[in-house]
C-alpha cells in the first residue's frame, strides 16, 4: 500500500486529475472533455474502448467468471489509419487546442533545450522541458513512448540523453513486443529522437496486432511499407536537439517474437534491447520463448506492469518459467548459454515516473494498478548483473506455477 500516495500524488500535479471516492481516476471523461473519446476518427487517441487490456487471443489466460466485461467497439483494427495512404499532422492526430499539444514540427526558436542540457526524469520536468501546460491531458497518451525511455535509460542503461554527441553517434536498435494501441499514435515515439540527442534509433514492433495489420495491408497504404521491409514511420528531431533519427518498422511475418525465426536471429536485427509495456510475462504463453531466449543469449530485456504485486509473481517464476521450457526448446546449448540460464539473477522492480496517471477502474482491488506502473528489469548486461546478484537479496521462487498465473491474471485483468 506505501505506492498508494506515489499514484495518487502523481495524478494530483494535474488540473484533471480527479480521484474518485473509490480511489480510481476517470480517464474517460478526460477524453470526452476533450473531445477526444472514441474509437475510429479519434487520431492518436483512437481505442476500442471495452474492458480487455489487451487484444483477445486463442491463448489467453480465462477471465474469472465473475469479472464484468464490456466488449471492445466492434471490427475495430488497431493501426487503422496505416491501412491507407493518410499521414496525421500533430494537429489532426492529437486533436487538442494548439497549445496543449506537444508538438512535433517546431517554428525556429520553439524547439525545447537539448536534452542533455535538461534533466527529465518524471512527469513535472517533462511538461517544463516541453513548455506545456499541466491542462494538457499529453501524459495520457505519451505514458507509452516515455516509459520506453525509462526502460531504455534508467532500466537496462543502453543509452541515455548525455551518452552521445555529435560527433560519436549511437545507433540504437528496439524490438518492441506486444504493440496494440501503440500502432494508432506511432508519431508519438519521436519523443525517443528529441530525448536522446545524437542517436539514430531503429525500432521494430512485434505482435499479433501488427501481424494482423501488416497482412491486411493493400496497394499504397502506409502499411504496405513493412512488406517491403521499409519503415511505416520516420521522424529526425531538429539539429539543435541533436538531429536525432526514427524509423519504426512493422513485423508481420507471424504473430509472435521467436527466437527461431530467421528475421530475429540475422545479425543484422539483433536488437541492443528488448522492451515490452504492460506485458503480463506469464499470463501470455508467447512470452515464454521470449524470456528463455534473452536469459540465455544475456540480451537486455525489460517491461512494464500494472501492479508491483503482478511484478512480484513474475519474478519469482522466471526460473520456473526456464524450467517449463527448456526441454521444449530443441535448442543446442553451450557453455556460456548454460551458464547464463542458471545463472543468479535479481530482477530488479522499480516505480516507473513516467507511468499513466491515474488508477485503474478495477473493482476487486484496491492495491495500486496502473498502466505502465511498474518496470521490471528481466535481463541487464553482465555488469548490472553481477552487482546485483552480490549486493540484493534474490527471492526463493515459488514451487507452483499455476498457483502465480492465477495470481497474476487477477492483478493483470
Aim: charged share 20%.
Amino acid at each position: 500500500m506505501e505506492k498508494v500516495p506515489q499514484v495518487q500524488a502523481l495524478l494530483k500535479q494535474f488540473p484533471w486529475g480527479r480521484i474518485e471516492k473509490d480511489g480510481t481516476f476517470a480517464e474517460p471523461l478526460v477524453r470526452a472533455l476533450h473531445n477526444v473519446l472514441g474509437a475510429e476518427g479519434f487520431g492518436y487517441w483512437s481505442t476500442p474502448g471495452g474492458s480487455n487490456p489487451h487484444l483477445k487471443h486463442a491463448s489467453d489466460p480465462p477471465r474469472p467468471a465473475r469479472a464484468p466485461r464490456v466488449d471492445d467497439a466492434k471490427g475495430f483494427e488497431h493501426g487503422y489509419m496505416l491501412l491507407s495512404n493518410q499521414v496525421l499532422t500533430d494537429e489532426t492526430g492529437w486533436k487538442l487546442e494548439r497549445r496543449l499539444i506537444p508538438r512535433l514540427v517546431f517554428e525556429l526558436g520553439t524547439e525545447p533545450e537539448l536534452a542533455s542540457k535538461a534533466d527529465i526524469v518524471d512527469w513535472d520536468s517533462w511538461y517544463k522541458w516541453r513548455n506545456l501546460p499541466k491542462e494538457s491531458p499529453a501524459a495520457l497518451l505519451l505514458h507509452y513512448p516515455l516509459t520506453v525511455y525509462q526502460l531504455l535509460v534508467n532500466v537496462l542503461h543502453v543509452t541515455g540523453p548525455k551518452r552521445n554527441s555529435a560527433t560519436s553517434r549511437q545507433a540504437l536498435h528496439v524490438h518492441y513486443i506486444g504493440a496494440e494501441v501503440e500502432l494508432n499514435m506511432l508519431p508519438l515515439f519521436s519523443e525517443l529522437a528529441l530525448l536522446l540527442p545524437y542517436t539514430d534509433i531503429r525500432m521494430t514492433l512485434f505482435g499479433v496486432a501488427v501481424h494482423s495489420l501488416v497482412n491486411k495491408a493493400k496497394k499504397n497504404s502506409i502499411a504496405m511499407k513493412a512488406k517491403q521491409n521499409q519503415p511505416v514511420y520516420t521522424y529526425t528531431s531538429p539539429a539543435s536537439c541533436g538531429a536525432s533519427t526514427l524509423s519504426i518498422f512493422l513485423y508481420g511475418d507471424h504473430e509472435n517474437w521467436d527466437p527461431q525465426h530467421p528475421f530475429i536471429r540475422y545479425i543484422y536485427n539483433k536488437p541492443d534491447a528488448v522492451v515490452g509495456l504492460n506485458a503480463g510475462l506469464i499470463n501470455y504463453p508467447a512470452w515464454e520463448s521470449v524470456i528463455l531466449y534473452c536469459h540465455m543469449y544475456n540480451e537486455s530485456f525489460a517491461v512494464t506492469e500494472y501492479a508491483e504485486q503482478s511484478a512480484e509473481q513474475q519474478r519469482d517464476s522466471f526460473p520456473l518459467i526456464i524450467d517449463h521450457i527448456l526441454p521444449q526448446a530443441r535448442l543446442n546449448y553451450h557453455g556460456s548459454e548454460i551458464h547464463n540460464l542458471t545463472r543468479p539473477r535479481a530482477y530488479p522492480i522499480a516505480f516507473n515516473p513516467f507511468q499513466c496517471p491515474g488508477q485503474r477502474g478495477i473493482g476487486q482491488t484496491r492495491l495500486p494498478n496502473v498502466p505502465n506502473g511498474i518496470t521490471i528489469r528481466v535481463v541487464g548486461n553482465d555488469q548490472q548483473e553481477m552487482v546485483h546478484s552480490i549486493s540484493a537479496g534474490l527471492s526463493t521462487p515459488a514451487s507452483d506455477l499455476s498457483e502465480l498465473l492465477q495470481k497474476s491474471a487477477q492483478l493483470s485483468m
